[in-house]
């Protein structure tokens, strides 16, 4: 998603009406992050999912990655996610 403000994002207004978007009091709203923990257990996921984060290493993806991994575990509490970071293309890998 594109942060508001700009003529090709939504409003404010828009975001504040998208599920996994909206906040109350700075924070994610709690009927989202309900509904995530939900569905995670109504697709019979583990309680302690495993998945890996890859992401190019230029551009401030691997900062985004870090504020994706950090979101997950804090909003849905149950994530194990090492990072992996391209150096050209995704061939060249790394754990992190």
């Given at each position: 998603?594109?942060?508001?403000?700009?003529?090709?994002?939504?409003?404010?207004?828009?975001?504040?009406?998208?599920p996994?978007?909206?906040?109350?009091d700075?924070?994610?709203?709690?009927?989202?992050?309900?509904?995530?923990?939900?569905?995670?257990?109504?697709?019979?996921?583990?309680?302690?999912?495993?998945?890996?984060?890859?992401?190019?290493?230029?551009?401030?993806?691997?900062?985004?990655?870090?504020?994706?991994?950090?979101?997950?575990?804090?909003?849905?509490?149950?994530?194990?996610?090492?990072?992996?970071?391209?150096?050209?293309?995704?061939?060249?890998?790394?754990?992190?």
């Amino acid at each position: 998603m594109n942060p508001p403000g700009f003529w090709y994002s939504r409003t404010q207004a828009e975001y504040d009406q998208l599920p996994g978007y909206r906040e109350l009091d700075g924070e994610k709203h709690p009927d989202d992050v309900a509904e995530a923990q939900r569905l995670l257990q109504e697709a019979g996921l583990p309680p302690k999912l495993k998945v890996t984060l890859s992401t190019r290493n230029c551009c401030g993806y691997p900062d985004l990655t870090v504020l994706v991994k950090e979101q997950l575990k804090e909003n849905l509490g149950r994530l194990d996610a090492p990072e992996r970071q391209a150096r050209q293309g995704m061939k060249g890998t790394r754990n992190r």
